[in-house]
């Protein structure tokens, strides 16, 4: 197994000879020569890989008449230029790739106009490094997949401007960076931000090649600071919309370490990172919703081809059955969304019509252990009112995370009963602020008291708690886990643990037992809906596109279901939220609560 200590000194072993001798010739960035043939036959005789090539070309005909990008910043909470850079990623891939499938030279000179323009904007906005780290990506491809077709200046002002706009940049970097810089810190700035430079060392690699072998060393020594959090089952503590953003990133890397070095240097070993694929199908439920907690707010699986890398080289055909299938669904809307699917046609060059020869065995719970452990209850979809729930521990005060300690998601039949209502703006005033007290918590997206947990006396939950999963079953008829809250509850009760039980293929119950610190203390159970809610005593119905669930408060005796209303925004620049209720039962008056309900999914019958 490797180590983040064995994985620097496999970096620092490959010498500056080894590495100059090695370098293929260009195209080598994720998409060679020889593939070309290979993906040609599969536009030839897969009809979805056809239909993913039609696409392209209709997406690269709609480039030809757009004008090149400006030098824009958007000023928010930091100036930056991401979206710029984004488009810029997505622009070269698709026209660069029409051009290599179809040598229309209107694609070629367009491409060759657009990466003109950004190599001769003054800067690519290093004080916000995701901006050059992606920039640096889009250059890099257009200069390594056009390389034979570009004009001889154009291609030296390409390689002047990776240089000097991104990697000579990196190189100071990676002697003086503190542990917080984008080369060191554990966030997706550093898988993100050592990607870019790689691809642009890579692609420039016989002019710099004692550059190109520093680049490499470094950023290979310094990604396992954020890989490690992978371990041990490949949850990425960021959310799902920083998965897809990381993961994307992290198998373009991988596959221009393969393709240039013939090796992942142990990065593919570290634990959880093979497994962060199956881990993200397996926690999508069966109407192909992802659990959109932290900072994500789409329920939309991601769209961009890490699914066909990690089953191409990590034989997991299962994962190019699921990605098939978003493709699928993708190519029908009439708009991309291009912010989020840049690297979008990879998936045409990493095409993968493979099929499991075998199953997994099929499980009701599985649980992923991390900085936020998950568990998910997934039964048979296939028979009508089956429920599906998906759970998480968590900690507050790590990268874009909320206080959701204890938050659940719960469907069936293709409904979304409980809700994330995802992000809020990242411009807001103390946005970051994610210390105990800190104005982050005072957003009502970002505080427990618009999540699926608990509140005690309406207060927040402990920015430095965490929850985690200490107790489970996965054997029994009726499997259970039991997240332990306690810690988020600091200074308000002994001791919290709250249990999920799946009672039968409709029907699961969530148990809260609560030691107060006082005996005055309210125990607020929680849950946002966007559903149609109707009340009575200690039964809710939720309705919702023809179809019902019903939750049943079991205990304490007396308690009742009411609802609230959503809050109004402190701040203007607050997204606003409409279209959901809260669904909220009360329990008090001991020091010692257990409060348990049951949830089921109804066949459509009228409330009474």
């Known amino acids: 197994m490797f180590t983040i200590e064995s994985i620097a000194h496999l970096a620092k072993s490959v010498s500056n000879e080894q590495i100059v001798k090695q370098w293929p010739s260009h195209p080598r960035l994720l998409f060679a020569k020889e593939d070309e043939k290979a993906v ?142 984008w ?177 997994r065995p099929d499980k009701t719970l599985r649980v992923y252990k991390g900085i936020n452990d998950i568990a998910v209850f997934k039964t048979d979809s296939t028979k009508p009112n089956s429920i599906y729930l998906i759970a998480k521990g968590g900690d507050p005060d790590a990268a874009h995370q909320q206080m959701d300690v204890g938050t659940f998601i719960v469907e069936s039949d293709g409904v979304r009963w409980s809700d994330d209502l995802g992000s809020d703006s990242y411009d807001l005033p103390g946005f970051w602020d994610g210390k105990p007290n800190g104005r982050r918590w005072n957003y009502f997206k970002n505080s427990n008291l618009s999540h699926n947990t608990l509140s005690i006396d309406g207060k927040i939950q402990y920015a430095k708690g965490n929850g985690k999963i200490v107790d489970y079953n996965d054997r029994s008829d009726q499997p259970y886990f039991v997240i332990d809250m306690t810690s988020a509850y600091e200074g308000q009760a002994r001791s919290v643990l709250r249990t999920f039980k799946h009672l039968n293929n409709q029907k699961i119950s969530i148990k809260d037992e609560i030691e107060l610190e006082e005996s005055s203390r309210q125990v607020i159970w929680n849950m946002i809906s966007s559903a149609a809610i109707a009340c009575k005593g200690d039964v809710a119905i939720l309705t919702k596109n023809g179809k019902q669930l019903r939750i049943t408060a079991k205990g304490p005796q007396g308690i009742t279901f009411q609802i609230k209303e959503i809050p109004a925004a402190i701040d203007l620049k607050e997204y606003a939220i409409q279209g959901y209720q809260l669904l909220q039962v009360v329990a008090s008056g001991t020091q010692n609560i257990v409060l348990e309900v049951e949830l089921e999914s109804l066949p459509v019958t009228s409330f009474r």
């Open 183 to 359: 080369s060191r810190r554990e966030t997706n700035w550093n898988v993100v931000c050592n990607t870019g430079m790689v691809m642009g060392a890579l692609a420039i690699a016989e002019s710099e090649p004692q550059l190109a072998h520093h680049i490499v060393e470094k950023a290979v020594t310094f990604i396992p600071n954020y890989l490690k959090h992978f371990a041990p089952d490949g949850v990425c503590f960021e959310g799902p919309a920083y998965w897809g953003y990381s993961n994307s990133y992290l198998s373009v890397l991988l596959s221009v370490l393969r393709s240039n070095f013939g090796q992942y240097f142990g990065l593919s070993d570290l634990p959880g990172v093979r497994q962060t694929v199956t881990y993200y199908l397996d926690t999508t439920s069966p109407a192909g919703k992802i659990f959109n907690f932290a900072n994500s707010s789409s329920t939309y699986p991601e769209i961009n081809p890490v699914y066909f890398f990690f089953s191409k080289q990590f034989n997991q055909p299962e994962a190019a059955v699921a990605y098939r299938n978003i493709l699928d669904n993708v190519l029908k809307e009439s708009v991309l969304p291009r912010r989020h699917s840049v690297f979008f046609f990879l998936a045409l060059a990493w095409f993968d019509s493979s099929i499991p020869t075998s199953l």
């Open 40 to 181: 040609k036959k599969q536009v030839a005789d897969n009809a979805l890989a056809k239909k993913l090539y039609q696409r392209l070309l209709e997406e690269a005909d709609s480039l030809l008449a757009m004008p090149v990008q400006e030098y824009v910043l958007h000023q928010g909470y930091i100036q930056d230029m991401l979206t710029v850079s984004r488009e810029q990623v997505y622009r070269t891939i698709t026209l660069s790739m029409a051009y290599r499938m179809t040598n229309d030279k209107r694609y070629l000179k367009k491409c060759e106009v657009e990466l003109i323009n950004v190599c001769r904007f003054p800067n690519w906005n290093p004080v916000h490094y995701l901006d050059v780290a992606e920039m640096t990506t889009a250059v890099a491809i257009g200069y390594d997949w056009l390389y034979a077709d570009l004009a001889k200046e154009t291609r030296q002002l390409l390689v002047t401007a990776i240089k000097e706009k991104a990697l000579n940049l990196a190189v100071q970097e990676y002697e003086n960076g503190t542990s917080g810089s």
